[in-house]
């Protein structure tokens, strides 16, 4: 499930990776109110696609993902990006780290590949991770990845309450899992840089985004 918003230039290679690397699976992509030819380009790649009214946000084209998941009765849903950040080579380890966990998040700084963040955003990073870790009581590193696997239990939770506020589709969901008792692990993965379009963060934007999730996280953990 791969939601995408003005993702033209990325959006057919990122589908011809993960159909030589997973032959088979079904690739959706949710595409959220795009203004450039993202939709064409994928259905042209092979991809079903949902094209969205108008823009809902990463939040809700994923809920809408796990919905699709949910009805279509998959066994696993594995999210990732549309900017072709996220190799699918690791998706054979996410589904086998899903004997072990209902929602598997895929890690940068856990060992494996180069990503780097400096400064107030790699601090807000790493304070996430820890608080996070404690609460799911196991070793996160990277709780704001969106590259992240669930079997039918993680699935069906996501299909049914998959935060749509700012910033919610990251930290929010790591809490809630583990508020209905599911088990959240990490795989290491070695992340790229995206290969065309714009972030829909800047470093800036970034670092200010961090400094809000302290909210939600404050949030989701008074919530009941
Ligand atoms: N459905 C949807 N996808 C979005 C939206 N904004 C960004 N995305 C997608 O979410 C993924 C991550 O976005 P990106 O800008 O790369 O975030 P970053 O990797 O955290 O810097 C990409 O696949 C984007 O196309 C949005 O408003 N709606
Ligand atoms: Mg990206």
């Not at 404690?134 to 704001?144: E, K």
């Not at 700012?166 to 930290?171: K, N, R, S």
């Amino acid at each position: 499930m791969i939601p995408a918003l003005n993702e033209a230039g990325a959006i057919t290679g990122v589908i011809a990776e993960i159909r030589a690397e997973l032959p088979g699976v079904d690739v959706l992509v949710v595409d959220d109110g795009s203004t450039d030819s993202t939709a064409r380009e994928a259905g042209k790649a092979g991809a079903l696609v949902a094209s969205l009214p108008y823009n809902l946000g990463v939040g809700g084209a994923r809920r809408l993902g796990y919905r699709y998941g949910l009805d279509g009765d998959y066994d696993v849903v594995v999210q990732l990006d549309a900017d072709g950040q996220h190799d699918p080579k690791f998706v054979p380890q996410m589904i086998d780290a899903l004997d072990e966990g209902d929602v598997v998040i895929g890690a940068r700084f856990a060992g494996v590949g180069e990503y780097r963040v400096r400064g107030p955003r790699s601090w807000a990073m790493s304070f996430l991770s820890t608080v996070l870790s404690a609460v799911a009581r196991t070793r996160l590193t990277d709780t704001t990845s969106g590259y992240r696997a669930t079997n039918r239990r993680g699935t069906a939770l996501y299909a049914q309450f998959f935060p749509v506020e700012y910033l919610g589709d990251t930290v929010e969901t790591i809490v809630q899992a583990v508020r209905h008792d599911l088990t959240v692990r990490q795989v290491p993965v070695a992340m790229r840089p995206r290969v065309a379009g714009t972030p829909s963060h800047s470093p800036i934007r970034a670092t200010i985004y961090l400094g809000r999730a302290f909210s939600v996280l404050v949030l989701a953990l008074i919530r009941r």
